[in-house]
């Protein structure tokens, strides 16, 4: 996400720039005739002379900066919009080259095919190829706060991205994309900061989004998106206000897991997370169904064979050949703000926690073994909050 929103944050760039020349021919027109209308019966002989000078003048030039926008939309579109880009690439450092471009400059349609776009530096790499690109921009509602996008779909995206560090650099002026349409995307994604997964192939089927705020892009991803895809060969959906995933295998990634995720050996997982209140809430409230099956219990290789041990490995087995768990946590709505992907959310560590607190309660264990099963001091106390049996006690 963070890639899409700086390519068409630099992309509307060219239609705004004809809006900005457009409304300063229409001002300066405008400015003329009132000064004729008010001014020009009371000036003297000698400064009519002058002031109908300035005003053929600027008559004249006004209308040949629109003659020239005209021949340059009729003939001249596509070399004019290689140069718009290359300008966009001197001030923002992303890349915008294609083989054929149609559209125009007066409505804000820009429809490109076989196009290149790149970047490096400042946190965020990417290189990919587009088959088919089109930018529908509003261009009577320019002068808003929030840029309307009315569409924007994108079709055969190939390449990679990697994100090197936070705070890569979002859109200077903020848009809103009434529909977003991508289809048969395949990226390799690199993620050296705190993702769950780092190194992620990725596949879009289809993405659709409506609307799509750049101020709070990750907010209506998670809750307003219809996907089909696959990341690492796994498929995934996305539809009526949840991300589902099915046959995730743990692994080596268990340990992602929090403190239970020492102890579990193999098996897969089979998620789905849920929007399930009003996505412009103060908070906004996620559920989480979580399935974990096909799986085996063992002590962590730095656990001593104690009976302590012992009684956590009971514990776990006795929830049975699956572990299935529905629980909910809240995220203030600010933190979507400016976030353009999903590990600056902290949406993983809260599903955790909440997990944890699930699986302390289902444990039924005392505190000091939750404590050696790994279970954080904060999540003790919020076991005794919540009025859930965490007391330290001792099992023979």
């Keep these: 996400m963070d890639s899409l929103l700086l390519v068409v944050a630099e992309l509307v760039a060219v239609p705004r720039l004809v809006a900005a020349v457009l409304l300063l021919a229409i001002g300066g027109g405008t400015l003329l005739v009132l000064g004729q209308w008010t001014f020009g019966r009371r000036l003297r002989a000698r400064l009519q002379r002058w002031w109908r ?28 919009l290689r140069i718009a880009l290359d300008q966009v690439e001197l001030r923002s450092g992303v890349d915008v080259s294609f083989q054929r471009a149609r559209g125009s400059l007066f409505t804000g349609r820009l429809e490109l095919e076989d196009v290149s776009v790149r970047r490096s530096g400042r946190g965020l ?24 996008i009315a569409e924007l779909r994108v079709a ?3 390449g990679s991205l990697v994100r090197r560090e936070e705070g890569a650099p979002g859109p200077a002026r ?13 990226l390799d994604f ?34 307003g998106s219809e996907a089909r895809g696959s990341a690492r060969g796994h498929r995934f959906s996305a539809g009526g206000h949840a991300w589902q995933a099915r046959g995730i295998p743990v692994g080596p990634a268990a340990h992602k897991l929090g403190a239970a995720g020492r102890w579990i050996r193999g098996g897969d997982l089979d998620v789905t ?79 955790i926690q909440a997990w944890n607190l699930e699986l302390g309660t289902r444990l039924g264990l005392g505190g000091d073994d939750l404590r050696m099963l790994g279970v954080g001091s904060r999540v003790l106390d919020r076991l005794r909050q919540d009025g859930r049996p965490a007391p330290d006690r001792r099992r023979d």
């Design 53 to 80: 000078r300035l005003l053929w003048a600027t008559v004249g030039g006004l209308g040949a900066l629109l003659l020239g926008l005209l021949l340059i939309d009729l003939l001249l579109f596509a070399p004019a």
């Design 125 to 148: 790499d990417f290189s990919l190829t587009v088959r088919e690109l089109v930018v529908d921009v509003d261009m009577l509602g320019l002068l808003r706060d929030e840029l309307p």
């Design 156 to 158: 055969g995206v190939r």
């Design 174 to 186: 903020r848009f809103a994309i009434a529909s977003l349409d991508l289809r048969d995307v395949q």
């Design 190 to 223: 690199e993620d050296t900061i705190t993702a769950p997964f780092r190194n992620l192939p990725l596949e879009f089927e289809v993405l659709q989004i409506s609307p799509l705020r750049s101020d709070y892009a990750m907010l209506d991803v998670v809750c």
């Design 273 to 351: 997370l849920r929007c399930a209140g009003d996505r412009d809430a103060a908070e906004l409230s996620l559920a989480v169904d979580l399935r974990l099956h096909n799986f085996k219990i063992a002590p962590p290789g730095d656990s001593d064979r104690s009976l302590p041990v012992s009684r956590i490995t009971d514990a776990l087995t006795r929830l049975g050949p699956e572990i299935q768990f529905h629980f909910s946590f809240s995220l203030p709505r600010e933190r979507f703000h400016g976030a353009s992907n999903v590990g600056s959310l902290g949406l993983w560590e809260g599903a």
